[in-house]
């Protein structure tokens, strides 16, 4: 099996290249509400569409909740180990409103994919 490698590349690819790499990398200091909710909708939005139903939704609002409660809690967990202890208990307070939307979540049935939510009696039989 052989592969040819290019020994260059043209200045023009790498302009290209250059060009949409800055235009990809945008901070969120720099952009306003409105672009910041246009970009995570439009990237949702792609991302589900490839699923066909509303389970994509379902897995995007876990993973999403499931990462702030990991934050929640290693927040918590900092701020017991240096004494602060009335922040600790705010992280913690939402950590635990956190897993209880998790569970929430996760007993909606969002169709034939939905792996997450608990089969029904009636699914058993």
């Known amino acids: 099996m052989t592969s040819s490698i290019p020994d260059s590349i043209s200045s023009d690819a ?3 290249f250059a060009e949409s790499a800055k235009s990809n ?4 200091q720099e952009m306003t509400i409105s672009e910041m909710n246009e970009l995570v909708i439009k990237d949702i ?3 589900t569409d490839k699923f ?3 389970f994509g939704y379902k897995l995007v609002a876990h993973y999403s909740l499931y990462k702030l409660l990991e934050k929640h809690n ?3 967990g900092q701020a017991c180990e240096q004494g ?3 922040n600790a208990l705010l992280f913690g307070r939402d950590a635990g409103w956190l897993q209880l939307m998790l569970k929430g979540l ?3 049935q969002c169709g034939h994919q939905d792996f997450m ?3 029904s009696e009636e699914d058993n039989e």
């Open 14 to 16: 790498l302009e290209a």
């Open 25 to 28: 990398e945008k901070l969120s």
């Open 45 to 47: 939005e792609d991302l």
């Open 52 to 54: 066909g139903t509303i």
């Open 74 to 76: 290693a927040t918590h």
């Open 84 to 86: 602060e202890y009335d």
């Open 106 to 108: 996760t007993d909606i």
């Open 117 to 119: 939510c608990p089969m």
